[in-house]
């Protein structure tokens, strides 16, 4: 069983993620999913459908490291397989959030042709854990939007399985996952990743 008390934790931090990512834009109406893990076998996620930017303590759950809910009649996050994903292939990882900002939606969407979307030469990257400089790159699969969940599970885990570094996702017209060793770590990544994609989509702009 978990601790519950380190559950109303997470649950809390998870409202407060919400209210900020759709404050920022970054999660409107009832889209997004957050999760934060309680430890080695339990995540508390929010619930299917849920507003948000209205989130309360009751909108987040439990769920095993199957996915599957633990003393709830709740319905987690209808993605709740793609944030297993990440919690089963890194062991560090504490907080995963996902979003669907204007811009992330756009640049994917603009960039069709491209499976991967790679930042360099940004001082900005250095938000990332583990970046040390800009004049790395930092390489985002864009993964192709389908309703088929376990397919783009399968499809997640295998590539970061193959490419550990990789701090982020993009699934084309739909949004971003990024994760982080705890929500701090991950709303920082959120919010650097906006401001790379934000650039991005400037830099085109003025290029045209
Ligand atoms: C409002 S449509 C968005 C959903 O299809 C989905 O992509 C999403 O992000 C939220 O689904 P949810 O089941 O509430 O976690
Ligand atoms: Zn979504």
Redesign the pocket.
């Known amino acids: 069983m978990f601790d519950i008390t380190c559950y109303a934790q997470k649950a809390a931090e998870i409202v407060q993620a919400g209210q900020f990512l759709y404050q920022r834009g970054w999660s409107p109406a009832t889209?997004?999913?957050y999760s934060a893990r309680i430890d080695d076998q339990h995540i508390a996620i929010t619930v299917s459908g849920k507003h948000k930017g209205k989130l309360g303590n009751d909108d987040v759950m439990v769920v095993n490291l199957d996915g599957e809910a633990v003393q709830s009649d709740c319905r987690s996050s209808a993605?709740t397989l793609l944030h297993m994903v990440v919690y089963d292939l890194y062991p560090d990882v504490g907080a995963v959030l996902?979003t669907?900002s204007v811009n992330a939606t756009v640049l994917s969407r603009y960039l069709s042709e491209q499976d991967h979307i790679t930042f360099a030469d940004y001082e900005l990257q250095k938000a990332f854990a583990g970046q040390l400089t800009h004049e790395g790159e930092i390489v985002l699969p864009v993964f192709a939007n389908t309703q088929d969940i376990p397919a783009l599970a399968a499809l997640s885990r295998e590539y970061l399985a193959a490419r550990p570094e990789t701090p982020a996702y993009f699934i084309r017209g739909?949004?971003i996952y990024t994760w982080g060793k705890d929500m701090e770590e991950c709303l920082r990544h959120i919010e650097a990743l906006e401001f790379l994609i934000e650039c991005e989509i400037q830099m085109i702009r003025i290029s045209k």
Do not use: P
């Open positions: 889209s997004s999913n993605e996902h669907h739909h949004g």
